[in-house]
């Protein structure tokens, strides 16, 4: 899957700016398109969370949830 190209800058930032808010607890919600591997394109919602962990440093778990036939 991958972030429709037109939409990539502002999804990154937008996540970003959401999780480096001061009371953001790491959180962050987006919705965009996603280009699948056989072309289709999709709606998601993103929902994640940045955290810090010894082993590998700063992690993003993120859900994704795909809200095309909703």
């Known amino acids: ?3 429709h190209p037109e939409e990539y800058e502002a999804v990154e930032q937008s ?3 959401q ?3 001061p ?3 790491g959180n962050d919600a987006v919705r965009y398109r996603i280009i699948t591997k056989s072309g289709q394109v999709k709606c998601i919602l993103d929902k994640g969370r940045l955290v810090e962990t010894d082993v590998y440093g ?3 778990y993120v859900l994704m949830i795909d809200e ?3």
């Open 1 to 3: 899957m991958l972030v």
């Open 15 to 17: 996540i970003w700016e």
């Open 19 to 21: 999780v480096q808010q």
């Open 23 to 25: 009371n953001s607890d």
């Open 58 to 60: 700063k992690v993003f």
């Open 68 to 70: 095309s036939n909703w």
